[in-house]
């Protein structure tokens, strides 16, 4: 199905399931990252950057907006929208310029980039609760199903 939801019992589970992803991913591909400060949207992506060969820290972009991870397939840009005062910074950071059909996009604090933020293929929104996280997958495109398909299944 295009939504799927699952329980994240601890950050095992929340890397494991970023290293889930790493394996079905490719370009393009964006992904949205929902959730409260210390959900987990970082530790998601730190799962799927350890996997796809990544080895040094992943550190949140808060300060600079975005990192980018280079591999032999695709880079990746991993944006982190919280510090936006409004969704123009999107354009004048020219951050448009990262969004290419050979690369990866993950996108924490996606709603502050209103209308300027590149639409997902894919949205996580992770909610904390008193059994870790649960986290529902919303595949908004073809590209996005076929990819959630291949994760969940
Ligand atoms: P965000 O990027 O959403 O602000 P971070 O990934 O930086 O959140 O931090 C998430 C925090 O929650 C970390 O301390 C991490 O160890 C913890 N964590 C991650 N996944 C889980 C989980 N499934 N259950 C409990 N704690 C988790
Ligand atoms: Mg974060």
């Given at each position: ?23 079905h991913i490719s ?85 502050l980039g209103g ?39």
């Open positions: 199905s295009h939504i799927q939801e699952t329980v994240l019992a601890d950050e095992n589970d929340t890397l494991h399931l970023g290293s889930r992803f790493a394996q370009p393009p591909l964006i992904i949205w990252l929902e959730g409260d400060l210390g959900a987990g949207k970082t530790t998601f992506t730190r799962g799927l950057l350890n996997a796809l060969g990544h080895q040094g820290a992943v550190k949140s972009p808060t300060y600079n907006i975005v990192e980018t991870y280079s591999f032999n397939q695709f880079d990746l840009h991993h944006f982190d929208l919280y510090r936006f005062q409004s969704p123009e910074e999107w354009l004048d950071a020219g951050l448009d310029e990262l969004i290419t059909s050979d690369s990866v996009v993950l996108i924490e604090w996606p709603q209308d300027l933020a590149p639409p997902a293929d894919i949205i996580l929104n992770i909610r904390i609760n008193e059994n870790g996280r649960t986290v529902r997958m919303i595949a908004l495109t073809a590209t996005g199903k076929h990819t959630l398909n291949k994760i969940t299944e």
